[in-house]
Each structure stands twice: as C-alpha cells, then as structure tokens.
C-alpha cells in the first residue's frame, strides 16, 4: 500500500514563506511525476506545480517566479517552497505522484490528506 503524507502547512503573514514537504512509501516500484495541487474554498482543485522524475518542472501561471518545486529520489519526497505568499494562496494542499507498486502493474496517482496554508494577517 502506498502513502503519501505532506508537511509543512500553517498560517503565514503575507510576503511571508512556507515549505511543503511530501514523502511517499510503501510498495514502490518506480515514481514519475510528482506535484502539488491546491484547492480554496469554494473552488475547484488547481495545478500549483509538477517536476517529472527526469525534465523540467511546470508552475501555474500564478505561482510562477514564487514557488518552487525540488525533489528528492533518493527519499521519494517532493517539495514546495512558497514565497512572497498572497491571501489568495490560501488553500488546502495536496501532493500528489504517479507511482508503479510493480513492474506488472499500471502507472497509478496517488494523493495525499492535504495540508492547510493560510495567508494572513
């Protein structure tokens, strides 16, 4: 069984930095893209930022040049370093990773419990 448990969430001043952490285990073969999405209130769930396991990152056009995205295959971990956040940034984030448990099976997403971001002051 496979898990993904995120880090890092909480209440920051605007202009302010977070740092998202995700780690993924269990019973894993191999893991392609990793990501974050993020969903506010009232709104549908977004792409914030994926990093493929070989290649270039991609961002939302409105995180780009605030946020980046890093991550450790060593570790299965992805992050998510957030600055110069805005109220707007407000959401629940959630992680996310195309992973294969074998050989034999399907490429398959998973997703994490999310983790709070608030922006305020």
């Known amino acids: 069984q496979v898990q993904l448990v995120e880090s890092g969430g909480g209440l920051v001043q605007p202009g302010g930095s977070l740092r998202l952490s995700c780690a993924a285990s269990?019973?894993?073969?191999?893991?392609?893209?990793m990501g974050w999405y993020r969903q506010a209130p009232g709104k549908e769930r977004e792409l914030v930022a994926t990093?493929?396991?070989?290649?270039?990152?991609n961002y939302a056009d409105s995180v780009k040049g605030r946020f980046t995205i890093s991550r450790d295959n060593a570790k299965n971990t992805v992050y998510l370093q957030m600055d110069s956040l805005k109220p707007e940034d407000a959401a629940v984030y959630y992680c996310?990773?195309?992973?294969?448990?074998?050989?034999?099976?399907?490429?398959?997403?998973?997703w994490g419990q999310g983790t709070q971001v608030t922006v305020s002051s």
């Open positions: 269990g019973s894993i073969f191999s893991i392609t893209t």
């Open positions: 990093i493929p396991s070989g290649g270039s990152a």
């Open positions: 996310h990773a195309v992973i294969r448990v074998g050989l034999e099976y399907p490429s398959t997403r998973y």
